[in-house]
C-alpha cells in the first residue's frame, strides 16, 4: 500500500457537486492499493498512520501523534499512486482490482475507527472533488514496502 499523509486544518469530498464527507484538523489520507497487498500491509499503514507524529507539542516540534493531537481521519482511494510511468500515458497495472482493493481500503478505515478516530472516506471509484486546508504545509510518502 501507498499513501500520500498532509497534516489538514480541514479536509472534505464533494461527489456530484454534494459535499460527501469532512473532517477539521487531522490527516488527509490518499490510499492506493498494491494488487499483491493483503490484511498485512492494510494493519501494517493503519498503525503507521494512527502513531505518526506529525502534530506540533509546545515547542514547535513535530511530536505528538494523531490521537493526542485529537486528529480526524479522512481516507481516500487513490490507485493512481501505483501509475506506471515509463511511457507519457500512465499504465496502472500494478493497482489492486477492485474486488481487492475495495476491502482492504475498507479494512484500513475500519482499523483506524477501532483506534478511537473520527474516520470519514471518500466514495471507491466515484469522481471526487477533494479540498484541503493543508497545516504546515506538512506530506508525508507512506509506502508498506518501506516500512
Known amino acids: 500500500m501507498r499513501a500520500v499523509v498532509t497534516r489538514v486544518r480541514s479536509a472534505s469530498v464533494v461527489i456530484d457537486g454534494a459535499e460527501h464527507s469532512r ?6 489520507v490518499l490510499l492506493g ?15 503507521k498512520l494512527c502513531g ?19 486528529a480526524e481521519i479522512l481516507i481516500v482511494s487513490q490507485f493512481t499512486l501505483f501509475a506506471d510511468c515509463r511511457s507519457r500515458r500512465p499504465g496502472f497495472s500494478l493497482a489492486a ?9 475498507e479494512t484500513v478505515a475500519a ?11 471518500g466514495v471507491f471509484g466515484a469522481d471526487m472533488q477533494v479540498f484541503s486546508q ?10 508498506t514496502e518501506e516500512l
Open 23 to 28: 473532517i477539521g484538523p487531522g490527516l488527509l
Open 33 to 47: 492499493v498494491h494488487r499483491d497487498d493483503s490484511e498485512r500491509e492494510a494493519e501494517k499503514i493503519a498503525d
Open 52 to 70: 505518526l507524529r506529525i502534530f506540533e507539542d509546545a515547542e514547535g516540534k513535530m511530536n505528538v501523534n494523531p490521537a493526542d493531537a485529537g
Open 97 to 105: 482490482r477492485p474486488d481487492t482493493a475495495i476491502p482492504l481500503y
Open 111 to 121: 482499523l483506524c475507527r477501532a483506534r478511537g478516530f473520527g474516520v470519514q472516506t
Open 134 to 143: 493543508n497545516d504546515g504545509p506538512v506530506t508525508i510518502l507512506l509506502d
